[in-house]
């Protein structure tokens, strides 16, 4: 096809058969809406005319432009139509028992078409190339995964990865200090497995929501994919990209506790071979905390080039600044959460504070070669953070005082990471092979520095007056005999391979091996002491899966992923854990995908994850350490994402985890219940379109008791908290909603760090968002 004024957009599809005359079933018609860029492009509608019949099915492309069409085998007449595009028809022919694969270009329409602020492709995300480096439909990967839409995040008025893991089986949301991201993922808490786009970013601070299509959470061990760690499962943001749709775009957010905040997402073709896009945020707001704030901002640019018709360049840059007050939430008392008000603060305010600067940029370079792949991508980041807060102790017995103490920290970190995957298709007879074969390289640069706060010059903690618990006082900050001052360099090369088997319509197998070299240096800047460790790991996983009919897929698996001994920070290495071995994470999992009409997504798995090599304490020798203690966690998960009508929308799911001390280690006894891990959790997000331009939602979280810390001492009680909100489409490029968040003011606790860190939940709150396009 030719092109009109250079713009040209491409729509890739990819034709496989999955249902045969056994069972009876029709025939899979999948493919993606692309532009030019390779960004996708959501809501377009997609209509397949039978020929010589009066039936047609259509859909929607997806949030990353996929889309799933269930046909008979024979010719078809497929539409694709979308705003602001050129409509787009041809003859197509699905045959039986074959795959086809083929572009088609779509051409843009001369004059821009009004794109409408209600438009959206539902909460559904089909498919997704994070789990195994290659675009895969959802269904067929062996292996639990939740993705939260831009959609959902927008309609629900996410802020924080916290707000998204409510929704997300299986996870819960880590204090954290009240300074970072933190998660405990099927029962292993963890700071660090957070990466951007597939790379890693595990510098602990608070992330932003600005500038992203998505947010997945893959759980289970992913070392195979990610590497070291991600002992439970990783959190991947996906970021916006440039892309040939023209969008111009201000959000404007206000509401309860001096809530304020601004966004934009600005995006534009910059002629035939070249888009350029830019998201920007400001916030400033108060808390329902007496004395807490917060004030950030981001800009994220973002530019795409096409070299030419089968090479993509895209380049990414972000700059990020977030300052806050340092809160460590309340006390306990008598093995429950103090009963003071929640908006009680402990320590010093004017003292208290945390900061992070963060710069990530990278460049991705992608180059189609007939069924070959090839695909790079350099990151780096450059991270300064640091905190000073006060950390409220035990309560006395009589309830007239508390101990508070202080601390500072501060970490500076240069990561640069480089992958390289090269993936092909092809087929031996009758069986189909995706096969990756990829390299990564990485090098992380950090230092930390830590000081302990001394109140009267050599007290390392005071009593405030648990009624008033707000003080003045200014300790003295100084470094005492075990506060950190370290340099460490951290290098890493690994290299992998997996394959990606279709033996028929029915079976698919997956079989990947990874190899990491894990070196890491570490200097003790206080005495000249220099250490090094290196772990060669090997990390396999396996899958199998089984489609009875081609909506539906059984699947089971196994991976393992390992952990040094320095820990997720690598913060430190002492003469005693360089001589340990990594800690080994194995998951078993079995579940069912089922794709229930055009739509919606209904998932379940069960698993078994066991954690051992973890240090313990020698009975004979109280000197020693053995690493014999172990840990297991087993579950049941059941999510569900998508349409169930055209007018109804939903997103959530349920849990079941038991997390437990299987062997003591040197922080618990045989038996003990893993912190923060609640043995049930329920979330269900609706979003229903009432009238053309008037829609509800409604939202409901329920968790279960779970405890504070791994002594099981303190309990953090159940609670359910409901959501709620009202859209208003005000016109085609303009929408109003209000969101009420705990919505009948029910007191509860959230999380916590310690037993005497608890974190209470957000009273009632307001929020009115204005969404403009022009």
């Not at 089968?310 to 008598?334: C, M, V, W």
């Not at 008033?468 to 890493?492: C, E, M, W, Y």
């Not at 396996?542 to 992923?561: T, W």
């Amino acid at each position: 096809m030719s092109s009109l004024s250079g713009r040209i957009f491409r729509l890739s599809f990819c034709f496989s058969s999955i249902a045969g005359t056994v069972f009876g079933e029709a025939e899979a018609l999948r493919g993606r809406v692309l532009d030019a860029a390779g960004a996708a492009i959501p809501g377009a509608q997609v209509r397949a005319a039978s020929e010589g019949r009066t039936t047609s099915s259509t859909v929607q492309s997806g949030p990353d432009g996929v889309f799933h069409l269930a046909l008979d085998p024979g010719k078809y007449t497929l539409r694709i139509v979308k705003d602001g595009f050129a409509e787009w028809s041809q003859t197509v022919a699905m045959p039986r028992g074959e795959s086809t694969e083929f572009d088609i270009e779509l051409q843009i329409s001369p004059a821009r078409a009004t794109v409408t602020v209600t438009e959206s492709a539902g909460y559904l995300t089909s498919s997704s190339s994070s789990a195994t480096k290659t675009l895969t439909p959802l269904r067929d990967i062996p292996q639990s995964i939740t993705v939260v839409s831009q959609e959902q995040m927008r309609d629900q008025m996410m802020m924080s990865l916290g707000d998204v893991v409510r929704y997300v089986p299986g996870i819960t949301a880590h204090q954290g200090e009240n300074n970072r991201d933190q998660v405990v993922i099927r029962g292993n808490n963890s700071s660090a497995d957070f990466f951007v786009n597939g790379v890693r970013d595990d510098v602990q601070y608070y992330r932003d929501l600005y500038n992203l299509d998505r947010v997945e959470a893959l759980k289970g061990p992913n070392a195979m994919i990610f590497g070291r760690g991600g002992a439970g499962g990783v959190i991947n943001r996906v970021t916006k990209e440039a892309g040939f749709t023209p969008l111009r775009e201000i959000s404007l957010q206000g509401g309860s506790f001096g809530n304020k905040r601004i966004a934009t997402d600005l995006d534009r073709p910059l002629g035939s071979k070249a888009a350029f896009r830019m998201n920007a945020m400001y916030e400033n707001s108060d808390g329902f905390r007496r004395h807490v704030n917060l004030e950030r901002y981001g800009i994220s640019p973002t530019l795409a080039i096409i070299a030419d018709e089968r090479t993509k360049i895209a380049l990414n840059y972000e700059h990020f600044r977030d300052y806050r007050t340092s809160d460590r939430g309340i006390p306990s008392f008598q093995g429950r959460p103090a009963d003071t008000s929640v908006s009680t603060f402990f320590g010093n305010p004017n003292d208290s504070h945390v900061r992070a600067a963060v710069n990530l940029g990278g460049a991705a370079v992608e180059r189609q070669a007939g069924r070959l792949n090839l695909r790079n991508r350099t990151h780096f980041g450059a991270y300064d953070r640091g905190y000073q807060n006060f950390v409220p102790g035990a309560v006395t017995p009589d309830k007239a005082l508390v101990a508070i103490s202080a601390y500072n920290n501060a970490t500076n970190r240069l990561n640069i990471f480089n992958q390289t995957d090269l993936s092909y298709v092809g087929s031996a007879g009758r069986i189909r092979h995706t096969l990756l074969i990829g390299a990564e390289a990485g090098r992380q640069i950090t230092d930390n520095f830590r000081s302990t706060g001394y109140f009267a010059n050599n007290a390392t903690s005071i009593l405030a007056p648990y009624g008033n618990p707000v003080i003045g006082v200014s300790p003295a900050f100084r470094q005492s005999a075990t506060d950190a001052d370290n340099h460490l360099k951290t290098n890493v090369g690994a290299a992998y391979v997996q394959d990606q088997v279709e033996l028929s319509r029915h079976v698919q197998l997956i079989a990947g091996l990874r190899f990491d070299h894990f070196d890491l240096q570490y200097r003790n800047n206080r005495n000249g002491d220099t250490l090094r460790r290196i772990d060669n790991l090997v990390s396999p996983r396996a899958g199998v899966v089984f489609k009875p009919v081609g909506a539906v897929s059984l699947y089971g698996s196994y991976s393992v992923s390992y952990l040094p001994s320095s820990g997720d920070q690598f913060s430190s290495l002492t003469t005693i854990t360089q001589q340990v071995k990594p800690e080994k994470f194995g998951n078993y999992e079995a579940g069912i995908k089922w794709d229930l009409g055009r739509s919606l997504s209904i998932t379940a798995a069960i698993y078994r994850l066991n954690r051992t090599n973890t240090r313990s304490t020698d009975p004979n020798d109280p000197t020693r350490i053995v690493q014999t203690g172990s840990q297991r966690t087993n579950g049941f998960e059941a999510g569900a994402s998508g349409s169930v009508t055209r007018k109804w929308k939903i997103a959530g799911g349920y849990a079941h985890q038991d997390a437990f001390v299987t062997s003591a280690t040197a922080a618990a006894r045989a038996g003990a219940q893993v912190a923060l891990v609640p043995h049930s959790t329920f979330s269900l997000w609706n979003n229903y379109q009432i009238f053309r331009r008037i829609g509800a939602g409604l939202g409901v979280l329920n968790r279960s008791d779970m405890f504070a810390a791994i002594d099981n001492t303190v309990i953090l009680p159940r609670y359910t908290r409901a959501d709620a909100a009202v859209f208003f489409s005000l016109t085609e490029r303009t929408r109003l909603q209000v969101n009420v968040e705990n919505v009948f003011d029910r007191k509860y606790y959230l999380n916590a760090d310690s037993n005497t860190n608890i974190s209470p939940g957000f009273p009632r709150a307001f929020r009115a968002g204005l969404i403009v396009r022009f």
